[in-house]
């Protein structure tokens, strides 16, 4: 059964950068989308972007300019760095696998699990 | 981006009660909508995706439907562990979106 548990520091200077890592336990990274999301009382659930095991990626153009998510395959890790951060970067971060169902031509239903538990990751100086 | 809106914002019911919460996307997205139930401190958890289909392990009492812009999600006969918040969260674009949640309460 895959598991996943976000680390990284629980506290970030404003304009500084925030890093987080995805560690992936009990299944191969390999061959599936890994994302973040974050979760805010002002914005709700917010999609930040996935990485395929490829290394492909797919970013929130809300965050694109900021943002950038890597893989490890070595580690079974992924990895998100935002940068210049602000008050409003104040979230629970959490790691995610898309699961992918059936297709209809390119497009295929696809759904986040299973989540990791979440870091809350404050923005203060 | 594809908006996703829920109704009701919070829902006050009892144990054996029947539920329904609506999401309403912006604009076409087929079946591509998923639901989730997420309790305090904890991940969301899926419950339904592709519109209609129930995740593995997840009571039958939680059902979905809907296609196009209008879903629903149905709770048959509430127990005291359904007292949680819900999203829907669209697949058929990126950025995905989800919506703001429904607040279920006793």
């Known amino acids: 059964q895959v598991q996943m548990q976000e680390s990284g520091p629980g506290l970030v200077k404003p304009s500084e950068t925030l890093s987080l890592t995805c560690t992936v336990s009990?299944?191969?990274?390999?061959?599936?989308?890994w994302s973040w999301i974050r979760q805010s009382p002002g914005k709700g659930l917010e999609w930040i972007g996935y990485?395929?095991?490829?290394?492909?990626?797919n970013y929130n153009p809300s965050l694109k300019s900021r943002i950038t998510i890597l893989v490890d395959m070595s580690k079974n890790q992924f990895s998100l760095k935002l940068y210049s951060v602000t008050a409003a970067d104040t979230a629970v971060y959490f790691c995610?696998?898309?699961?992918?169902?059936?297709?209809?031509?390119?497009?295929?239903?696809?759904?986040?699990?299973?989540w990791g538990q979440g870091t809350l990751v404050t923005v203060s100086s | 981006d594809i908006q996703m809106t829920q109704s009701p914002s919070s829902l006050s019911a009892s144990v054996g009660d029947r539920v329904t919460i609506t999401c309403r996307a912006s604009?076409?997205?087929?079946?591509?909508l998923n639901w989730y139930q997420q309790k305090p401190g904890k991940a969301p958890k899926v419950l339904i995706y592709?519109?209609?289909s129930l995740q593995s392990g997840v009571p039958s009492r939680f059902s979905g439907s809907g296609s196009g812009t209008d879903f629903t999600l149905s709770i048959s006969s509430l127990q005291p562990e359904d007292f949680a918040t819900y999203y829907c969260?669209?697949?058929?674009?990126?950025?995905?979106?989800f919506g703001q949640g429904t607040k279920l309460g006793i």
């Open positions: 969260q669209q697949s058929y674009r990126t950025p995905y979106t």
């Open positions: 604009q076409s997205i087929s079946s591509y």
């Open positions: 990485i395929y095991s490829s290394g492909s990626t």
């Open positions: 009990g299944g191969s990274i390999s061959n599936y989308y």
């Open positions: 995610a696998r898309e699961e992918v169902g059936s297709c209809s031509g390119s497009n295929c239903q696809n759904w986040f699990d299973p």
């Open positions: 592709a519109a209609s």
